[in-house]
């Protein structure tokens, strides 16, 4: 998947995102439950609901502009759904990042 970084700093402009994505990383799980009942270390909406003093539909619209801009995936584990980091979005910011700032120091 191609990262868009003017489109992650568009979802990260908001500090709710932000600390969403922070919990969410904290988790610190990266895998892919594949279906599987098992338990990880993932976060669940529910978990993100808890944490956070907004109202679910709020959390949830949060969410899915994280999704859409590729930081993280979501996953259907039966009742739950888990919210699970993707790093090389992140990873496609720096490298935007490092690159802008090569060319600042070039001149």
């Known amino acids: 998947m191609k990262y868009d970084p003017v489109e ?4 990260l402009s908001n500090p709710s995102r932000v600390e969403i994505l922070k919990f969410i990383y904290a988790s610190g799980f990266t895998g892919t439950l594949d279906g599987k009942t098992e338990c990880c270390e993932c976060s669940c909406m529910g978990d993100i609901v808890c944490k956070f003093n907004l109202a679910p ?9 994280l999704v ?3 930081l993280v995936k979501v996953e259907r584990d039966g009742q739950f759904i888990r919210i699970l980091p993707n790093p ?5 910011v720096s490298e935007f ?6 060319s ?4």
């Open 104 to 107: 600042c120091k070039a001149k």
């Open 97 to 102: 990042m490092d690159g802008v700032v090569d």
């Open 8 to 11: 992650i700093f568009k979802a």
């Open 88 to 92: 090389e979005a992140l990873e496609a």
């Open 57 to 65: 539909s709020t959390i949830s619209h949060h969410t899915k502009e």
């Open 68 to 70: 859409r801009v590729g």
